[in-house]
């Protein structure tokens, strides 16, 4: 019953945060972010290599074109050499820096997680958050890293949370 709950709730969210638009004020380009590194940087077991593949909408929600460029939906899944496999839906909050070359991007969301061989963290309905940072190397490509946190917030009995590291590359679509 938790996971059909669960499966709800992310596909409620995921759904709103896809078709949500609002006017957009920033001229922000959409980006695919392709990453790969660490999970489970702390180690509960062993280490295994992730990849990361990611979609942030151009258009987001209280956009400015300040620093703060809004509040972006995104979308994405996470695999493991261990099998495991994390679908999520949030929102990125990018912080743009010296005319846009440098960018910091808080994020969080809530996903669904099959421990396939890996890890268990107490369940399905998980929470994402996360922080990186890119550099420009191009008009239309970043080049950066992040730190991901998988976790159910105790939501579940058993909690450990993983960390993840990993280094990114984005593509801007106009």
């Known amino acids: 019953m938790r996971k059909s709950v669960a499966a709800h709730i992310c596909a409620g969210v995921f759904a709103a945060l896809v078709f949500a638009s609002a006017p957009a004020e920033a001229d922000d380009p959409a980006l695919v972010t392709l990453s790969a590194g660490v999970f489970d940087l702390v180690s509960h077991r062993t280490q295994e290599f992730e990849g990361r593949v990611e979609y942030r909408h151009g258009q987001g929600f209280f956009e400015t074109d300040g620093v703060f460029r809004g509040f972006k939906p995104m979308v994405g899944i996470m695999g493991n050499t261990a099998e495991a496999v994390f679908g999520y839906a949030g929102l990125a909050a990018p912080l743009a820096f010296d005319g846009g070359r440098w960018e910091?991007?808080?994020?969080?969301?809530?996903g669904a997680y099959h421990?396939?061989?890996?890890?268990?963290?107490?369940?399905?309905?998980?929470?994402?958050?996360?922080?990186?940072?890119?550099?420009?190397?191009?008009?239309?490509?970043?080049?950066?890293?992040?730190?991901?946190?998988?976790?159910?917030?105790?939501?579940?009995?058993?909690?450990?949370?993983?960390?993840?590291?990993l280094l990114q590359w984005s593509w801007a679509f106009n």
């Open 104 to 110: 910091f991007v808080p994020s969080g969301g809530v």
């Open 115 to 165: 421990e396939g061989n890996g890890i268990f963290l107490g369940g399905t309905f998980e929470f994402h958050v996360g922080l990186s940072a890119s550099y420009a190397i191009s008009p239309n490509s970043r080049l950066g890293v992040a730190l991901y946190h998988i976790s159910n917030a105790n939501t579940h009995r058993k909690n450990p949370g993983v960390n993840s590291l």
